[in-house]
């Protein structure tokens, strides 16, 4: 590998080691209903996510809250010499996508039927680190 090459993967390496994340398949929940608390949180600093998210009713915010644990806990898994609170994390990117969809029938009036359908989604969660040289 020539020099430039490898200061470029070194480059590449060191900024994908300020972030992480972790994806959340196969929720039984709308993303219509899973977007409403996921917009909540887009953006926010990690300490007031978890807080927006512990105390919010809805139960999609139970799932995004262990989703945002399990993100920070992989941060951790690769910066093991920072601190969380030093380093000033937050939301990154949020994104809710539509899984599989289950069809069932619902028995309807006059011998008909009719389609219901059971949606899931899938949640990617990006965590990063607030970089002083960067702002």
Known sequence: ??????QMADAIKESKKQIAFAKLNNCPTSPRKMRLVADLVRGERVE????????????ASGRLEKLLLSAIANWQAKNEDADV?????FVKEIRVDGGSMLKRLRPAPQ???HRIRK??????LVVGANNNTQS
């Open 1 to 6: 590998m020539g020099s430039r090459k490898k």
């Open 48 to 59: 007031k996510a978890l807080n927006i998210l512990k105390f919010n009713q809805k139960e």
């Open 85 to 89: 609170e030093s380093a000033e994390l």
């Open 111 to 113: 011998g008909r039927a």
């Open 119 to 124: 949606r899931s989604n899938h949640v990617t």
